[in-house]
């Protein structure tokens, strides 16, 4: 069977060599330096091109099982849309700003599978909140934390960039959104900042972003919430850069050049961001996704735990590897035969499909990474 | 008598019209829209024009009997020695980055007395710093903190411009030089940040740079530092921006342009800096001069603490006063004939006029600006 990975980017290049196992593996990307590196070390087909060349993509994935997406954020839903068209299944990591769920009649209309946010965080903690969310009767609260962090925090940034670098900065623009008594509530993202003491980590800060996404759609809570976490410090030194107008991507006249504020400041960030594993540099993930809520009259409370380390043997970053397999462990299920419906399917709206779910535990944890769940129970209060 | 005032930005202009209430004055600037404000308010002649004009300045100030300079640091150096190979007496206020006592030989030269530094730190500091180390034998330490601020800090900035815009961020990127056992030690400007509660204010940091200037030379003290205090945070957030590049004044290829990262900055930065005093925006200014030394077998602690605020019916900025009044006062005690010597005299070396340190600081009093002084003795512990 024959897969088409678009993409050969960090996550890319992992989804890419996971499925090369067993599949037929082609993968697009106009980077040829990033094409021989993979290609050199893992028996892939390359092509050199760009994913928004729909006649491309289609001649590539005309005869794919399966095609995965692991493109920028800003082109992620031209993509879907044209894969939709070629009427391929369809398993994506893309953080596209726009709202996938607008292409669900598509889908259904040319009969297609398409999950969309399938990696860590969109991803895994979608599918846990839906998990979570079928344990209980009624759900009180859905709280997920999220980090991609060095392994060694070095002063003043603390800070590494673990995957797209145009997608970091953007995340602390956007809106974020959350929910309060059943009602969806916005704010500043980097806001409400509070302070938690990950196992194996340390303490972090933790601040709203908005990755709650289809969540905020399809599961129904009175509480539910998204943080991304990092090392004490981040949230001001990110808020005082956005403060000053450095995070703004319009472009605006600077020093008489019409310039894109981030654009400017990531020239001068990202090289002191970037991680160099050949020097030493190494990553995590931390990641916490907790769901309480009511069960024959008891307060009960899920909580799943991840905290991934960069894999030094296969040499992928943590965040990489976190994101990479769950979307190569769906586009498998999805190859077997195990998803029947078609439309865009958040990954949260899989969760009742038990198999699916045990499935892409299963082969997580033979990839070395394990969700570590603990269950509280209590007698509900009187009220 | 005459007096000739270089430079009319907020400073300058309260110079010129202290010194217009007992003397011609005539001011020289570039800016007209300055100088039309000035002399429509006070009676001074303005001209428009640079004080890098040796021939203007030679025609402007040769029968002045004082010329006082109020320029930006860049063009300090510069000016002080044209004025001095004019011949006429100096009071300056330029925070400039070259070692003014250069100028020394040239000026005895020339007959030519020169106070440089004659602002409130430097100025006020340097004189009371000389005047606390002839009250004692033996220097133990002189430590100097000083920090113009906003009366109602703003987060996140917690900041406003209240002097020189050119000089502020200069002042973060410039080493910084202390005294430790009387040798000089050079650190990273902005470091060593101590909290510390300041009467009428609130609690501060202070943080170093370098203000001690020709005290390191002047002086003989076995610990002396110089700190600049800024609301809590002021510190971290500039080291931030340091450390991102931004502070750097050497253009670079910023997104294809060849452009000085720090007027970048200053472009974003400084609109959101601005004190606009027609929207309730004051100032205050904060400063403490600690020597501590031996006297008769005896520990003696001097300690003077300045808090001026925003000046309210006259409306100059707290830190133009401080620092426009020292200089005006000055220029006024040159004219009256009571420094004889001649050549570059930093503040400190005329702490042994007594009757000038009289004056000026009952000057000083006149203006509303007080200097608390503090005098604790203890018997030295035997060592």
Redesign the interface.
Known sequence: MKILVLGCGLVGRLIATDLARDFEVTVLDPDFGALAALSGAVPVRTVAGSALDRNLVAELGRDATVICGAVPGRLGFTVMQSVIELGRPFVDISFMPENFLALDELARAHDVTVIPDMGVAPGMSNLLAGWGARLVEEVEEIRLYVGGLPLRPVP??NYKIVFSADDVLEEYIRPARYVEDGQVVTVEALSAVEELDFPGVGVLEAFFTDGLRSLLGTVKARRMLEKTMRYP?HA??M??LR????LDDQPRS??G?D?G?R???A???FP?WKMHPELGDRDLTAMRVVVQGNRSGQNIRYSWDLLDRFDEPTFPHSMARTTGYPCAIMARAVAAGMIHRTGVLAPETLADNEPLFHFMMGELQQRGITFHETVTLERQPCR
Chains 1, 2 share one sequence.
Request: hydrophobic share 50%; glycine share 8%; charged share 15%.
């Open positions: 003043p940034f410090g001001s030194q808020r005082l403060e000053i107008g450095l600077i020093l050049h310039l504020p654009k400017v400041l020239q001068f960030l002191k």
